[in-house]
């Protein structure tokens, strides 16, 4: 006589692994076993340490993912949500400790039903489909998701982590492109929130759309989107602008916008050494070297790329040594940097926005400070510049030891400038996780604490889903 324990049978039969459940329930390729099968890209983040090796479960449907949090809760296992697992904040990959009560659920296999509406210029897009699969549908018929980035993520993880990207100065964050959404949520019902729309106009009160966008995985599975699309543009054109001081960048910004409203599509401020770590692995430019350039395009009908020259040439800044090139190949260097910066040192990677007006003063007193504080490190700056974002990347050069109390001591310094002197915020576009968990904690009112709380005990009120090292109310 035998009795069933949770995963098996006790008694002379070996117990059962977690997930062979799973697999009986959902058919074997939806269940990759550590150790048994490949699941290093699952556990292998875009920056960082690889996480430890658990199982992975790939549904393929909705229903199949409302099985597996069904089987969650039974057993009380957490359950990681996971898209491209391209996320910068350490939420999308397993922490080293995770043991067998962490299964990582991949939104992988989530891929039917793509729809795109040329006449509503919207898409139904499953979770798992990435971006670029998304665009080249979309291109079919002149339209895009206007939302541009140097990684290639899932839709459903674009929508937990808010993605924000470097056309946010024209087109907006995925907040301000999704219209609707179809989440799976962990609650006693395992209840399926369905605000899926392909229209614009819908206001029949409140609408708990938003509550998922930028909620990390820890308010419920993500398995449909419903996006705006957009028109592409007829032309596109860009610049590469060298200059002396960055404050320099703000005034440029200023007078674009104004002379090119609403054409201009990007504006890009990259450091001396982030553009020699692009260098590394990217083509390079015939650029005169400046301790900062700009990246700058414009997108719209024919004739938007003379407007853009016209306006540099009347700058109140110097441009003459600009070089306007094909915008193709001006963001080729531009998306380089983050891959060429991991090849030069240990990257300590901070995504901060402050005032526009402030950026200046943050990238070059921010240096002063880390050099100071660690002789061999390098600030090497770029990014959004005009959303006031700014990846602001301390490198450690290779063989030196950054341990977590450095990597500590070296946010504080970031983040106390970002947050406390300039009224930043320590998370400009790349969401919550571990990485910055406490600055979330110290920055969050306690009304926000409590209300964080309340949704997640409403929508995960056993606490399986999302990685556990977000921040206490998202991760209890
Ligand atoms: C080279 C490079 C450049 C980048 N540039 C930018 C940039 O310019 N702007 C920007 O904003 N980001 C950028 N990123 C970060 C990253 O690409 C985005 O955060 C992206 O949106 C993450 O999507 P993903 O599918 O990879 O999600 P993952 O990394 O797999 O997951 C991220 C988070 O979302 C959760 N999640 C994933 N899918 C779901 C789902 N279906 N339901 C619920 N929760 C889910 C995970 O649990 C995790 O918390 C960059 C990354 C790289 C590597």
């Known amino acids: 006589m035998s009795r069933r324990s949770t995963y098996g049978i006790i008694g002379s039969v070996r117990p059962a692994h977690p997930t062979d459940e799973l697999a009986r329930l959902l058919g074997r390729p939806a269940v990759l076993r550590a150790g048994r099968d490949d699941t290093a890209r699952y556990t292998t983040p875009a920056r960082g340490p690889a996480g430890a090796a658990v199982d992975v479960v790939r549904p393929a449907s909705t229903e199949e993912v409302r099985e597996v949090v069904r089987w969650a809760r039974e057993h009380r296992i957490r359950l990681l949500p996971q898209g491209a697992n391209s996320g910068l904040v350490g939420a999308s990959t397993p922490p080293g400790d995770a043991g067998d009560r962490l299964v990582v659920l991949s939104t992988d296999r989530l891929r039917d039903g793509l729809r795109v509406d040329e006449v509503d210029r919207t898409a139904l897009v499953p ?99 419903a996006v705006d699309l957009s028109v592409r543009p007829a032309e596109t054109l860009a610049a590469w602008i060298p200059l002396d001081d960055p404050h320099d960048a703000v005034r440029l910004l200023g007078h674009l916008e104004r002379r090119l409203d609403p054409l201009l599509s990007a504006f890009e401020v990259v450091s001396a050494a982030a553009r020699r770590a692009a260098a590394v692995v990217g083509p390079t430019l015939p650029l005169r070297p400046a301790p900062w350039a700009v990246l700058v395009e414009v997108a719209g009908p024919e004739g938007a790329g003379d407007l853009l020259v016209a306006a540099a040439a009347d700058a109140p800044v110097p441009t003459d040594d600009a070089l306007v090139l094909p915008a193709a190949s001006a963001w080729r260097v531009r998306h380089a940097v983050t891959e060429g910066l991991a090849r030069t040192g240990t990257v300590v990677g901070h995504d901060v926005a402050v ?122």
């Open 355 to 476: 005032p526009r007006a402030d950026l200046a003063d943050l990238v070059t007193s921010a240096a002063a400070q880390v050099t100071a504080t660690w002789p061999d490190a390098t600030v090497a700056d770029f990014g959004h510049w005009g959303d006031g974002g700014v990846h602001l990347n301390v490198v450690f050069p290779p063989g030196a030891t950054v341990d977590d109390a450095l990597v500590e001591a070296v946010h504080d310094i970031v983040f106390t400038l970002a947050v406390d002197r300039h009224g930043g915020t320590f998370s400009a576009e790349h969401g919550v996780g571990p990485a910055n968990a406490s600055w979330w904690l110290r920055s969050a009112s306690p009304a926000t604490f409590e209300l964080v709380s309340a949704l997640r005990r409403t929508c995960d009120p056993l606490g399986v889903l999302g990685h556990p090292g977000l921040p206490g109310p998202l991760s209890a």
């Open 127 to 225: 979770a798992g489909i990435r971006l670029s699969e998304l665009n080249r549908a979309a291109a079919e018929v002149g339209l895009w998701f206007p939302i541009d980035l140097g990684a290639d993520p899932s839709l459903g993880g674009m929508v937990a982590t808010d993605t924000g990207g470097a056309r946010m100065l024209r087109h907006g964050d995925v907040r301000r492109n999704t219209l609707g959404l179809e989440v799976v949520l962990a609650d006693d019902g395992v209840s399926v929130v369905d605000t899926l729309r392909v229209h614009r106009k819908q206001n029949e009160g409140l609408d708990p759309t938003a509550l998922f966008v930028g909620s990390s995985g820890a308010l419920g599975v993500i398995t449909r989107v």
